[in-house]
């Protein structure tokens, strides 16, 4: 009950303390971030740092044995990777309370690598996925996403990336991350899957604000711990929507998972099953 009584206390002092007027924040080369609309759902809390978020980038293909990390604030670096533009590009991104050394992700990415040839590219934000005040993670997630639309940007530039073939999979937060990117990008990318994607201070703000239709030439959605009491969302907005088992509680799971359950506050057992859809994807 601690985590949810200080998510649930931050949010009160923050809606109650945020100024009438916009906020905004600049960070260098990645320019400003302001709270004006539609980004009205973090209750003035606005992203963090580069430095505090902690975005890590990493290429896997068949032909290196070992990852490696992408920089887009160093084109060259980028351009002497394995990165094949001629490969359909696979970008899995994490979401609240996960980081690189989340499980799935690792088998995802071998499941991929182990079907076919692809660039697979892991996104790592834990630093900024991991605060207990998770107005701030869902705020963190706007840089993320500017930061990943600068990579692909540099991977058009230096390798010829067509993004007509670039598939996004965001689970979570990292779901509505991968909105974000087509729309930094001014650019429909190939595809965006979103597993599950996040519902508090989400599916209550409308379409700007999360993943749909709009964010890819084609979108699907697989929903498994749905609002209301879920941590998911519960709303129709991709091309294609599943919802698991009906998309609210998913089998072998407890009966009472919601957000006020303080052992499934993290990752409800419910959110965590759509993992295991890597089959949907391949």
């Given at each position: 009950?601690?985590?949810?009584?200080?998510?649930?206390?931050?949010?009160?002092?923050?809606?109650?303390?945020?100024?009438?007027?916009?906020?905004?924040?600049?960070?260098?080369?990645?320019?400003?971030?302001?709270?004006?609309?539609?980004?009205?759902?973090?209750?003035?809390?606005?992203?963090?740092?580069?430095?505090?978020?902690?975005?890590?980038?990493?290429?896997?293909?068949?032909?290196?044995?070992?990852?490696?990390?992408?920089?887009?604030?160093?084109?060259?670096?980028?351009n002497?990777?394995?990165?094949?533009?001629?490969?359909?590009?696979?970008?899995?991104?994490?979401?609240?309370?996960?980081?690189?050394?989340?499980?799935?992700?690792?088998?995802?990415?071998?499941?991929?690598?182990?079907?076919?040839?692809?660039?697979?590219?892991?996104?790592?934000?834990?630093?900024?996925?991991?605060?207990?005040?998770?107005?701030?993670?869902?705020?963190n997630?706007?840089?993320?996403?500017?930061?990943?639309?600068?990579?692909?940007?540099?991977?058009?530039?230096?390798?010829?990336?067509?993004?007509?073939?670039?598939?996004?999979?965001?689970?979570?937060?990292?779901?509505?991350?991968?909105g974000?990117?087509?729309?930094?990008?001014?650019y429909?990318?190939?595809?965006?899957?979103?597993?599950?994607?996040?519902?508090?201070?989400?599916?209550?703000?409308?379409?700007?604000?999360?993943?749909?239709?709009?964010?890819?030439?084609?979108?699907?959605?697989?929903?498994?711990?749905?609002?209301?009491?879920?941590?998911?969302t519960?709303?129709?907005?991709?091309?294609?929507?599943?919802?698991?088992?009906?998309?609210?509680?998913?089998?072998?799971?407890?009966a009472?998972?919601?957000?006020?359950?303080?052992?499934?506050?993290?990752?409800p057992?419910?959110?965590?099953?759509?993992?295991?859809?890597?089959?949907?994807?391949?």
């Amino acid at each position: 009950m601690l985590q949810f009584l200080l998510f649930s206390l931050a949010a009160a002092l923050l809606y109650h303390s945020a100024p009438v007027s916009a906020l905004s924040i600049c960070y260098g080369n990645l320019g400003c971030f302001t709270d004006d609309p539609p980004y009205t759902n973090t209750l003035g809390v606005l992203p963090g740092s580069p430095a505090e978020v902690g975005t890590r980038f990493f290429l896997y293909t068949r032909a290196s044995p070992y990852p490696e990390q992408l920089d887009y604030n160093f084109p060259a670096n980028v351009n002497r990777s394995s990165f094949d533009p001629e490969l359909p590009t696979k970008v899995i991104i994490h979401g609240y309370q996960n980081n690189l050394q989340t499980v799935w992700l690792s088998r995802m990415k071998d499941a991929f690598l182990a079907t076919d040839e692809y660039n697979v590219i892991l996104v790592g934000w834990g630093p900024g996925a991991t605060t207990i005040v998770y107005p701030q993670s869902v705020s963190n997630t706007r840089i993320v996403a500017r930061q990943l639309a600068r990579l692909l940007l540099v991977l058009w530039q230096t390798k010829g990336l067509d993004l007509n073939s670039v598939h996004l999979i965001g689970f979570s937060l990292g779901a509505h991350l991968a909105g974000y990117v087509s729309r930094e990008l001014g650019y429909k990318v190939g595809r965006i899957t979103g597993l599950d994607p996040a519902g508090p201070l989400f599916q209550s703000f409308g379409e700007p604000i999360y993943l749909d239709r709009n964010d890819a030439i084609f979108v699907d959605i697989i929903h498994s711990n749905g609002l209301p009491g879920g941590a998911g969302t519960f709303i129709s907005h991709g091309h294609v929507d599943f919802f698991s088992n009906g998309g609210a509680h998913q089998p072998g799971c407890e009966a009472r998972e919601d957000l006020i359950n303080t052992e499934r506050v993290k990752r409800p057992c419910s959110q965590n099953k759509v993992e295991f859809c890597v089959p949907l994807f391949l």
